[in-house]
């Protein structure tokens, strides 16, 4: 029986953009880079708050990296989704989508390097 997710895997072909992405505008921590034994390049990245990592792979022996529209994505919970906007277009990356009402909160998208998109989700406050 599975226990728990620990990781998602994405595959990249510019693996340091992309880390950079995650770690610049999104604040992820990397954790950890190796070469797995079939000769991936691998870094590991995690949310503050979260205890599953993401895994950002380089492999160009799989060939191209072929990220389909609206295929795959992750979300991340932020406290000020206004503030976070500022932030990241301030790194060249606006939001692609939003921000939207949503439920008890507010919700936008945003690109990363290669096609992967990002959820961003402000939830209401708690009176």
């Known amino acids: ?27 992820l921590k990397e954790l950890r880079r190796h070469t797995s034994g079939r000769g991936s390049q691998l870094v590991f990245l995690k949310a503050p708050e979260s205890d599953q990592e993401i895994e950002i792979c380089k492999f160009d022996e799989s060939g191209p990296v072929v990220v389909g529209p609206d295929l795959t994505h992750l ?46 989700i402000e939830r209401g406050k708690k009176s």
């Open 1 to 27: 029986m599975v226990k728990k997710l620990l990781h998602t895997r994405y595959r990249v072909h510019d693996l340091e953009k992309t880390v950079s992405f995650y770690k610049d505008v999104l604040g």
């Open 75 to 120: 979300a991340f919970e932020v406290d000020d989704l206004e503030k976070f906007a500022k932030h990241a277009a301030a790194k060249g990356h606006p939001l692609s989508d939003g921000p939207h009402s949503s439920g008890n909160g507010k919700i936008a998208f945003i690109d990363a390097p290669e096609g992967y998109e990002i959820e961003l």
